[in-house]
């Protein structure tokens, strides 16, 4: 196997082989082969190189597999859905006085725009913050 600074060193020197001087095309020969014996190896393991099939890797992960999100009334049609919570807390005069961490859930939640579901933890956190305003006139 050859080591990345050969194998940098080799490109750099196939690209001299299209000179159109003999003497450079031949020096360039032998420089490569002088590196290739220095790594033990020779031609053939370049040739192996160059037909070897290229580790294929995707330039960006592939989506994660999607959950179909239900079709979702708005908020305020269901009383008994955290989403209302979350729309009552998010429109809250005292939402500004919640601590940032809470203010940044229920944000990120409402840019979600009302779809997929909460995991229980969530609708906890939401009751919790809801119970911490609940005295205020919404």
Same mark, same amino acid.
């Given at each position: 196997m050859l080591s990345s600074e050969s194998k940098t060193r080799i490109a750099q020197l196939i690209r001299l082989l299209g000179s159109d001087? %003999?003497? /450079?095309v031949l020096a360039t020969v032998?420089? *490569?082969?002088r590196i290739l014996q220095s790594e033990k190896a020779d031609?053939?393991?370049?040739?192996?190189l160059i037909e070897?099939?290229?580790?294929?890797?995707?330039?960006?992960p592939p989506p994660p597999p999607s959950r179909p999100s239900p079709s979702r009334p708005s908020p305020r049609d269901r009383p008994d859905d955290p989403w209302f919570l979350?729309?009552? *807390? $998010? /429109?809250? %005069?005292?939402?500004?006085?919640?601590?940032?961490? %809470?203010? /940044? $859930?229920i944000t990120k939640l409402v840019s979600q725009n009302?779809?997929? $579901?909460?995991? /229980?933890?969530?609708?906890?956190? #939401? %009751?919790? *913050?809801?119970?911490?305003? *609940?005295? #205020?006139?919404?």
């Amino acid at each position: 196997m050859l080591s990345s600074e050969s194998k940098t060193r080799i490109a750099q020197l196939i690209r001299l082989l299209g000179s159109d001087q %003999d003497g /450079e095309v031949l020096a360039t020969v032998h420089a *490569i082969k002088r590196i290739l014996q220095s790594e033990k190896a020779d031609l053939h393991d370049i040739a192996k190189l160059i037909e070897a099939k290229p580790i294929q890797t995707p330039k960006t992960p592939p989506p994660p597999p999607s959950r179909p999100s239900p079709s979702r009334p708005s908020p305020r049609d269901r009383p008994d859905d955290p989403w209302f919570l979350i729309d009552l *807390i $998010f /429109e809250s %005069d005292k939402f500004i006085n919640l601590r940032a961490k %809470d203010r /940044e $859930f229920i944000t990120k939640l409402v840019s979600q725009n009302y779809q997929g $579901f909460l995991s /229980e933890k969530q609708i906890l956190w #939401v %009751d919790d *913050i809801f119970h911490r305003i *609940i005295g #205020v006139q919404i």
